[in-house]
């Protein structure tokens, strides 16, 4: 469908417009219409008014059967016997039994009548002819019954296309009024959307349920907002307790079973810590992402992320390997990164028995790919599901793509595009396809 005929701001003069179209098509029609009935209803006047002189040129030609035509009256002249008639009559009325009808145009049209009389067991011919252009309305008449009905019309069409502008304006305005609002405030958690006190109720309903929308929203940012800074609060700082307790226990002289411990509770820490971190950073991304500095992922970053995670790897005897062949730009954070990329990577670990993890840092994008079972739509995944969920929000806020796609060869490989782009999410976990 064109552009055109989509855009409300034009509705009204394309309604007109159309209105107007149709008016004129059904008044060319009516026009035509009007004009051939009155020339048919003249042509029926005339037949009619022949056909009731018949009686009387009958009447006359059995009084006087010697005669060879008679003056009706001054418009009708009657004929005894096709013969008696002028020659162009004759040339009319040659090869007929039976005839009536108008011939000629304009002055010189005549209304002819041929039938058949019997006097004495005699059948006979006779012509009637009618000067019938003399009752006829003239060309002037006719002219002026077209100008009459065509002024009418366009009258109508005026009245009505001023009924329909004013009414359709009625109906589109409060749309056209809701959509700049919409465009000219849409960071704008206070405005209130309004339209005119004579809108129809249905807009008024339409107003209301946008702005209590838009209230509940506002509350539940505001909520979100506050959950975060009450986290960074009230759970931080038992964590960083907590690692600093993990940290001098681990300076006592403990058994290795105890200083396992201490170190998964050191790792456990750190991870919940990270993920604080995160969530901080979403917030704020959220909250101010117009501002929020754009960095470059490093070489650095990215390998201490891997480092992270390879006693894990190493547990389950895998190899984790970093390629490195650019460095991307980004508004998150370390610790969103940190969230993100390890989800993949704890993710790829669960799913693989044997084989080797690789992490690829490209220009623009980040992947992962392993050589493990693959990921399955239709089942219940235990490794690659876990946090695909976590990776799906973070990706949503950031405007990243997010692709998991199985391999020929077995395995998985998740792509994250971290390009600075108004990407929309797209995340193809469904009906996966395979690549070489």
Not at 232 to 258: I, Q
Not at 373 to 389: A, R
Request: proline share 4%.
């Amino acid at each position: 469908m064109p552009a055109l005929f989509r855009n409300a701001d034009s509705m009204t003069g394309r309604l007109a417009l159309f209105f107007i179209s149709v008016a004129i098509t059904v008044g060319l029609f009516c026009l035509i219409l009007i004009s051939v009935v009155l020339a048919w209803s003249e042509d029926r006047v005339g037949e009619r008014r022949i056909m009731i002189d018949k009686q009387q040129a009958i009447q006359y030609f059995l009084a006087y059967p010697n005669i060879k035509s008679v003056q009706l009256d001054p418009l009708t002249i009657a004929y005894n016997g096709l013969q008696h008639a002028p020659k162009q009559i004759r040339d009319y009325l040659a090869g007929q039994e039976e005839f009536i009808g108008e011939v000629g145009q304009g002055s010189d049209s005549r209304m002819l009548y041929m039938t058949t009389y019997t006097k004495r067991g005699e059948t006979r011919q006779m012509a009637l002819v009618s000067k019938i252009d003399a009752i006829e309305i003239s060309l002037q008449e006719y002219m002026n019954v077209m100008a009459i009905i065509v002024t009418l019309v366009v009258l109508l069409i005026g009245c009505f296309t001023a009924i329909l502008t004013r009414l359709s304006k009625s109906l589109i305005q409060p749309i056209n009024y809701l959509c700049a609002q919409l465009s000219d405030h849409q960071g704008d958690t206070n405005r209130v959307f309004n339209v005119p006190q004579d809108a129809a109720q249905e807009f008024q309903t339409l107003t209301n349920t946008l702005n209590q929308y838009r209230s509940d929203m506002d509350a539940l940012m505001k909520r979100e907002q506050a959950f975060a800074r009450y986290a960074s609060h009230e759970l931080r700082t038992p964590l960083t307790v907590m690692k600093g307790s993990c940290n001098l226990l681990a300076k006592t002289d403990n058994s290795p079973f105890a200083m396992r411990q201490v170190e998964r509770m050191r790792h456990a820490t750190e991870h919940m810590l990270t993920m604080v971190d995160a969530l901080l950073g979403l917030v704020r991304y959220e909250k101010s992402h117009n501002n929020t500095p754009c960095r470059t992922l490093s070489f650095e970053e990215v390998r201490s992320l891997i480092d992270k995670h390879q006693a894990q790897a190493e547990a389950k005897q895998l190899q984790l390997t970093f390629v490195c062949q650019g460095t991307p730009r980004t508004h998150a954070t370390p610790a969103v990164i940190d969230m993100a990329l390890g989800n993949l990577l704890r993710n790829s670990i669960a799913a693989s028995e044997s084989g080797i993890i690789e992490v690829r840092l490209q220009e623009h994008c980040i992947s992962v790919s392993d050589q493990g079972q693959g990921y399955d739509p239709n089942q219940e995944s235990q490794g690659h599901g876990l946090g695909l969920l976590i990776v799906q929000d973070i990706c949503q806020r950031y405007g990243w793509r997010y692709t998991l796609v199985n391999k020929a060869q077995g395995g998985c490989l998740a792509t994250l595009d971290l390009r600075d782009e108004p990407l929309a999410p797209d995340v193809e976990t469904a009906a996966l396809p395979t690549i070489p």
